[in-house]
């Protein structure tokens, strides 16, 4: 069992940065990947970015790349998101969620628990 509980959404404008945390519970936090995914209202779920179990291997989705970064600490139980030059098309919940292994990956289906998500929304 893991709780992932996300922070650090927001309201800014477009061109501001934001960081968006996610602690987690439970499981041993250097067991599993970790994830990234947005939902914007009416569309559905998308993936953002993933970080493999001790942060060696990253990805991103193509709208992201160059402008968010992903990380984590595991001696704090935390997996990051900078988020640069933000533009009004990322205004979405962002959810993290916890891998069912130790690979990143983009897919929702290698994600075993997801967090309440955190609103963040870009004005121009």
């Known amino acids: 069992q893991v709780q992932l509980v996300e922070s650090g959404g927001g309201l800014v404008q477009a061109g501001d940065s934001l960081r968006l945390s996610c602690a987690a519970s439970?499981?041993?936090?250097?067991?599993?990947?970790m994830g990234w995914f947005r939902q914007a209202p009416g569309k559905e779920r998308e993936f953002v970015a993933t970080i493999s179990w001790n942060g060696g291997n990253t990805d991103y989705a193509d709208s992201v790349k160059g402008r968010f970064t992903i990380s984590r600490d595991n001696a704090k139980n935390t997996v990051y998101l900078q988020m640069n030059s933000l533009k009004p098309e990322d205004t979405a919940v962002y959810s993290c969620a916890a891998g069912r292994g130790r690979t990143a990956s983009w897919l929702p289906r290698e994600y075993g628990y997801w967090g309440q998500g955190t609103q963040v929304t870009v004005s121009s």
């Open positions: 439970g499981r041993t936090f250097s067991s599993y990947a």
